[in-house]
């Protein structure tokens, strides 16, 4: 006996996905899946943001890691609503993850919520949460190669924060080719040139960010 | 890159569309994957016999149709169909703006119950 099935195998993810989606809208929060590889600043950049947003939006921050708690306990510092996901070898965040720690953050009271997802350049794209949108950290350390490498992610950000730029003169990475490339992928894509050491860029993602969370 | 979640799902699926139709064996499972899917077909295979041990999946098997990428380049307006599992360009003329149409599906079509 045949029985016709046709359903998405990702479909439970898609299902949580929504139900998160249902909760954000209902507390009116606008929610940024952060992604990049390992060591490219996301918790740096989160920093920075939350300092340069403080007073004028009310943030939180779900940290997904493999192991450990220091970047809570980084983001924790700056006195903003934070919950540690420690995945235990999971390469991503997906959605039931996020739903379960959902009840201990005060939703109602966030305007922006930040979910810092696990360093990967790969697997991250593939899972939503019911995000508003996906962002992306990329250091020109890694080079100015990576868009063409890794075109998903490229591909399903909404803007693509090229962090330590400071560190440009010392390294062959060219931000044109970075740029031309991910542009070419993504023409849609909104790029910000930052330095999380010397504050550079800082404010006018912080500007972008504010008009998002309040249209 | 994580196989065995994905077997999981299948296996979850399946066994809950199985006893919905009122059965209690599935013989096979037809899934389509498209090349782009980012899966290993081997390590789902693989994954998927370790999982349905003493399962009403324990003897089933998955046939698997593989769905080649295609698209529609932005530059020169063409579809095109490619064999590689990923592109980083129009095939005809290079270009790295592109729509994927095909070639990243991950879905049980069917299965075999008895």
């Known amino acids: ?215 | 890159m994580h196989e065995a979640s994905i077997a999981l799902s299948v296996l979850e699926i399946a066994v809950d569309n199985c006893r919905k139709a009122g059965y209690n064996r599935i013989e096979s499972i037809r899934l389509k994957i498209g090349r782009a899917s980012g899966i290993m077909t081997d390590a789902l295979l693989f994954a998927f016999n370790a999982v349905k041990a003493d399962t009403i999946a324990a003897k089933a098997g998955i046939i698997i149709d593989e769905i080649p990428v295609s698209g529609l380049c932005n530059n020169c307006g063409k579809d095109f169909v490619t064999n590689e599992k990923y592109i980083l360009c129009c095939p005809e003329c290079s270009s790295a703006s592109f729509n994927i149409k095909t070639g990243r599906e991950l879905e049980i079509t069917d299965m075999e119950v008895f």
Request: aromatic share 4%; proline share 4%; charged share 25%.
């Open chain 1, 1 to 215: 006996m045949k029985v016709k099935v046709v359903t998405r195998i990702l479909e439970a993810n898609e299902r949580i996905a929504a139900e998160n989606r249902r909760l954000f809208d209902e507390a009116k929060v606008y929610v940024i899946n952060l992604m990049s590889g390992p060591g490219a600043g996301k918790t740096s950049l989160l920093e920075k943001t939350i300092k340069e947003l403080n007073g004028k939006i009310k943030t939180a921050v779900i940290e997904g890691d493999i192991a450990g708690t220091s970047d809570a306990e980084r983001i924790g510092n700056l006195g903003v609503p934070v919950i540690q996901i420690n995945t235990g070898g999971a390469c991503h965040l997906d959605a039931n993850m996020i739903n379960e720690v959902l009840v201990s953050l005060p939703l109602k009271e966030t305007d922006l919520l930040f979910v810092e997802n696990v360093g990967n350049l790969v697997c991250p794209a593939e899972f939503n949460i019911g995000e508003d949108i996906k962002a992306m950290v990329l250091s020109i350390t890694e080079g100015d190669d990576k868009p063409l490498k890794y075109p998903l992610m490229f591909q399903e950000s909404s803007a693509l924060i090229l962090n330590k730029i400071d560190l440009l003169p010392y390294t062959n990475a060219s931000i044109e080719k970075i740029r031309e490339d991910a542009m070419s992928l993504n023409p849609s894509l909104k790029i910000f040139e930052v330095s999380c050491k010397t504050g550079k860029g800082i404010a006018e993602w912080a500007d972008w960010l504010t008009k998002k969370v309040k249209s």
